[in-house]
């Protein structure tokens, strides 16, 4: 079976303290307790954290975490992996035990990204406690999203597809250089899914090693998001992109730009595919807002 959906996100950070705050005050997530006390982890719902901040001279993604339903299955995707002559790395009994899951294993997507499968999560049974929203939407559609960068669209498109097991739901193109000719080029901005939300990776062709564009959280209602505005203005956080509606799936939200550049996109009402659809081109990104004011520096 194919990844079922995006499970944690391990990011490198220069400033652990700024995230902090970030994390808590601005998203808020619920600091808690893990295996390493110089890092940072963050619950969103019964999973034991899905956020994790690790101290770097550098500030990059360590991890992309997508979930496997089991052991079996963990080895037939291995096995898809390794056939494209990706190196796969297994990850330690410490590795795992810092991840709350049973077994974990690590290798680059073709644009370099850090990618790990996991399965056996092990569940957090207390309440989760996020004073600041009033709930996230994860259960079958897992953590939320990614966009990340790929130097070769197309590769990354099969690997993703053919051998993740993703599905495309929708593109866009974008402009490319112009052929000599003087012909107008397009690359195809990918969006696929693995669960019932739109999408959980999005596939931005881009020149140079791959990179987290941003990632998004879904909240439970518009007053999450409207008080996460609120929030963002206090703390004079960089506004990436104004409230607005997507085409695609329809999320109502904002996008903020957090410590290290990393962006965060906060939403609401995103789209719940039930029923699968041919796929089909947006040819603008979205219905209402979503106006540029800033770009990270990332």
């Known amino acids: 079976m194919p990844v079922q959906s995006l499970g944690y996100i391990r990011i490198a950070a220069e400033d652990v303290d700024a995230w902090n705050r970030f994390a808590v005050d601005f998203l808020g997530l619920e600091a808690v307790k893990g295996d390493t006390s110089e890092y940072s982890y963050f619950r969103i719902d019964d999973h034991p954290h899905r956020l994790v901040v690790i101290p770097s001279a550098q500030s990059s993604v360590e991890a992309i975490g997508f979930q496997v339903s089991g052991p079996e299955e963990m080895d037939l995707m291995v096995a898809a992996v390794e056939a494209t002559g ?3 790395t297994v990850l330690d009994q ?3 035990r810092d991840r709350r899951v049973t077994a974990a294993v690590t290798f680059d997507d073709p644009g370099g990204n850090p990618v790990e499968l996991f399965w056996g999560v092990a569940l957090a049974h207390r309440p989760v406690n996020t004073p600041k929203v009033s709930s996230f939407v994860t259960g ?3 953590m939320g999203h990614v966009v990340l960068t790929v130097a070769d669209g197309q590769a990354a498109y099969r690997f993703y597809t053919e051998t993740l097991g993703f599905r495309p739901r929708n593109t866009m193109r974008l402009p490319a250089a112009p052929a000599a000719d003087g012909t107008p080029q397009f690359e195809t901005l990918w969006f696929l899914g693995c669960n019932p939300r739109h999408h959980t990776v999005g596939l931005l062709p881009m020149a140079g090693p791959g990179r987290l564009i941003h990632f998004m959280l879904e909240a439970a209602t518009l007053d999450d998001v409207g008080r996460a505005w609120d929030r963002a ?3 004079e956080l960089p506004i ?8 695609n799936d329809h999320m109502v939200s904002f996008y903020v730009i957090g410590p290290g550049g990393f962006v965060v996109e906060v939403g609401y009402d995103g789209l719940r595919v039930t029923e699968e659809v041919p796929v089909y081109e947006i040819t603008e990104g979205e219905f209402w807002g979503h106006k540029f004011i800033n770009f990270p520096t990332l």
């Open 86 to 88: 990706t190196k796969v």
């Open 94 to 96: 410490s590795a795992c």
């Open 140 to 142: 079958d559609q897992g």
């Open 233 to 235: 203005e206090k703390m």
């Open 240 to 247: 990436m992109q104004t409230l607005g509606r997507h085409t």
